[in-house]
Nanobody, 127 residues
Framework: QVQLVESGGGLVQAGASLRLSCATS????????MGWFRQAPGKEREIVAA????????YYPDSVKGRFTISRDNAKNTLYLQMNSLKPEDTAVYRC????????????????????WGQGTQVTVSS
């Protein structure tokens, strides 16, 4: 399994931006499809973005579409989540996740699809 470490969370005001990073171990990052999930207190974990191993395909739920952008740098073994126009309802612990994918253009969106998870980084958006 790949090791994942998130960074970049923090406390910001509504309308601000943050960029989360997910550093990964190993030299096979380019063979993993990746995702960003979040979980707020009392709520279920939900996906906020996903990207294929190739980087060519992405997925966003309607709640973040147009505000969040997922990207990856396979040379740096790093996944990113650019979050713009943040809202108080975006407050949550954000975790990155990885799944080995032999289909380089496949995107995965379910929690059960992912076998490796980071510890998470807190994002708090004040109104």
């Amino acid at each position: 399994q790949v090791q994942l470490v998130e960074s970049g969370g923090g406390l910001v005001q509504a309308g601000a931006s943050l960029r989360l990073s997910c550093a990964t171990s190993g030299r096979t990052f380019s063979t993993y499809a990746m995702g960003w999930f979040r979980q707020a207190p009392g709520k279920e974990r939900e996906i906020v973005a996903a990207i294929s191993a190739s980087g060519r395909n992405t997925y966003y739920p309607d709640s973040v579409k147009g505000r969040f952008t997922i990207s990856r740098d396979n040379a740096k073994n790093t996944l990113y989540l650019q979050m713009n126009s943040l809202k108080p309802e975006d407050t949550a612990v954000y975790r990155c996740a990885a799944t080995a994918s032999w289909r380089s253009d496949s995107v995965f969106t379910r929690t059960v699809d992912f076998g490796s998870w980071g510890q998470g980084t807190q994002v708090t958006v004040s109104s």
